[in-house]
């Protein structure tokens, strides 16, 4: 079923969304501050807003892919916001990565205007999101959710209501906690292979379907070898989740500390330059951090 779905936010994320979108039919109108992403989805067949007001004045259903509570917020009930043009009743999907009490404050304030509000942070990455495969966590009713899972099943193979709104992001906290330990845990067994003489490239394919198997010592291994740094993600935005999981852990009188250490990692990294690198740059900390990466 075709639908028309307002994009607000077309970075790396929120592009391969979008470009997804496209690929299966739907019609998408995007908004991004960004003019260059805008034209990215234009040269496939999107159709352009001047503001997120604008976009969401005829969609079904509107999708944001941003970075904060904040540039989120200020996307839906800034001025020209989603809030300013959206119908009564329009399904806004949230697949940005943010806190989950900003989530219920917001779902509580789209509320009030007359919007339906379901937080749906994924897993996957734009690989995923390309070829439909996104892992998605999903809070909010049984009726919004539904009806999101209607839209969202084109991006994404697994989808699940894990229960009101908050639910989802704090699903998507524990991911990050899981991923950002794999990852470090991935690039610190590379370099003991590599200094020990064993040909690291190999390793994945020896321990698949085993216990140590996963979906990251799978895909980064080879690209940790190799010093493929191709951004896929960011340093700085896992640095975000993981002040995220922590936050939360406070909260709840959580021990964490191995997250800790993980934080304090992908912190360094930050400091020295890599932020803006995909999590591939973590090998750099191995050897000293530094600000020059191969292109």
Known sequence: MSRTIALIG??????????????TGNSLIVFDLDPEKIAVLEAKGAATAASAAEAASSADCVILS????????????????????AKPGT?????????????RALAADAADKGLRWVDSPLSGGAPKALIGQLTLMLGGTDRDVADAREVLKDVASNITHMGPSGAGQTTKLINQVLCG??????????????????????????????????????????????????????????????????????????????????????????????GGEDQAALMEFFKGAKKEIPQ
């Open 66 to 85: 941003l970075n904060s509570p904040g540039i989120v917020r200020a996307a839906m009930f800034g001025p020209g916001g989603i809030a300013e043009g």
């Open 181 to 274: 330990l794999n990852f470090l845990a991935v690039a610190e067994a590379t370099q003991l292979a590599i200094d020990a003489g064993v040909d690291a490239a190999r390793i994945p394919m020896a321990l698949k379907g085993g216990r140590a198997d996963s979906a990251i010592l799978q895909e980064y291994m080879p690209r940790y070898v190799a010093k493929d740094y191709r951004r896929t993600g960011r340093i700085d935005n896992m640095v975000k989740d993981l002040n995220g999981a922590q936050d939360l852990a406070r909260r709840t009188g959580t021990a964490m500390p191995l997250t800790a250490v993980c934080a304090e990692v992908h912190r360094m990294l930050t400091a020295a330059g890599l």
């Open 10 to 23: 077309a970075g790396a994320m929120g592009g391969a969304i979008g470009a997804r979108f496209l690929e």
């Open 91 to 103: 399904l806004i999907v949230d697949m940005s990565s943010i806190d989950p009490d900003a989530t």
